[in-house]
């Protein structure tokens, strides 16, 4: 499992989560209860198809419209796909073979897109630097700021370097232990993800290596913006909280490593803007287990037990974003599980 993603709230569409897998590229899920249909599975354009799907985004504002990128290993190339109904059909949005405005080994990766704006999107390919699009992936530049070019590791890495704010305005991040903390938007006329700045002092750790690390952006919350760690040391791993996009983060004390994090639909009452579930080990436990925070992380709650423990690991997490209390769990070799309030 590469990828899952659940879209949000807006724009009506039926899909519950989308995923993204090895060698049969992913699947558009609708049902909790059935597999995809055979129309559900992205389906292939000739010469334009991939072998694995590495990451999805869904546009904040309509969840009809949805970004992929992969890759196909033997060959080492890749593109990019669009949808605009909710990823029933799909169409190439951006191939670095023809793009000009891309480099040819341009695959694979992780994207992100404006919550403000479908056709402002991220994409951070294999082996190169974040390259940005303000119209929809057909004209790309570089974007400044950050020169290295392995923020992802290789096609296998599932860790996720960057995320895209999703309220308010509009900011990408990127993060990678031994790169930093950088942000892009929010000032002085300048288009978001054409330009990061780093921005240092702000209570992360200076790690220069993790296990698993991501950063994840906070639905409702404008500058929330989260950063979690595992592998990186028993002094530092864990997840560290930030409300001002950046500026500072606080580390969560009741956090001892964590491996996957999500946001999904918040608990009744409205006091906080999502639910968090957290793949890690929390309040001391001493073995990875699946919880679940009601207040942004002040207390976990463990929603797993002995007979689910996923087989080899949990490598992709999503919370869905309209049914408070539900999570996507992706796996390597053992499908997608979902976990919710018992009827």
């Known amino acids: 499992m590469h990828a899952l993603t659940a879209p949000s709230l807006n724009g009506g569409g039926e899909a519950l989560v989308f995923s993204g897998v090895a060698d049969v590229g992913g699947f558009r899920h609708s049902s909790l209860e059935a597999y995809p249909l055979a129309e559900d599975k992205y389906r292939p ?8 799907t590495d990451s999805i985004a869904v546009f904040e504002g309509d969840n009809h419209i949805v970004y992929r990128v992969g890759n196909t290993r033997n ?6 796909w669009k949808s605009t109904d909710n990823g029933r059909t799909w169409s190439v949005a951006f191939d ?11 695959r694979g990766g992780v994207i992100a897109v404006s919550a403000l704006n479908a056709d402002t999107i991220v994409w951070v390919p294999l082996d190169n630097v ?3 699009s303000i119209d929809g992936g057909v ?5 400044a700021g950050i020169a290295k070019k392995d923020l992802v590791r290789d096609v296998w890495d599932t860790n996720l370097p960057l995320a895209a704010n999703l309220a308010g305005s509009n900011r990408f991040y990127i993060y990678k232990p031994g790169v930093g903390f950088y942000v892009s938007g929010g000032g002085d006329g300048e288009v978001a993800g054409t330009a990061f700045t780093q921005v240092k002092g702000n209570g992360l750790p200076a790690v220069s290596k993790a296990t698993t690390y991501g950063v994840a952006a906070v639905p409702n919350q404008d500058g929330g913006v989260w950063v979690y760690l595992s592998g990186a040391g028993v002094s ?11 500026g500072t983060f606080a580390k969560l004390a009741n956090v001892q490593s964590a491996v996957r994090l999500a946001f999904g639909a918040a608990p009744p009452g409205g006091k906080v803007p999502a639910a ?12 990875n287990s699946l919880y679940r925070s009601d207040d942004m992380g002040a207390t976990w709650t463990m929603i797993n037990d002995e007979a689910h423990r996923f087989g080899s690991g949990v490598k992709a997490l999503a919370g869905d974003r309209a049914v408070y209390g539900r999570v996507f769990v992706g796996t ?8 919710q309030f018992a009827p």
């Open 139 to 143: 004209s790309w530049k570089a974007s």
């Open 75 to 80: 060959k080492q190339t890749g593109n990019g």
């Open 276 to 287: 968090v579930y957290l793949w890690g080990k929390a309040n001391q436990d001493k073995v």
């Open 236 to 246: 530092v791993d864990g997840v560290y909280a930030s409300t001002n996009g950046g």
């Open 96 to 106: 670095p073979a023809t793009n000009p405005s891309l480099p040819d080994n341009a």
């Open 332 to 339: 390597s070799g053992r499908g997608i599980y979902y976990g």
């Open 130 to 132: 974040p390259y940005t």
């Open 45 to 52: 354009v000739v010469g334009k198809d991939v072998q694995d």
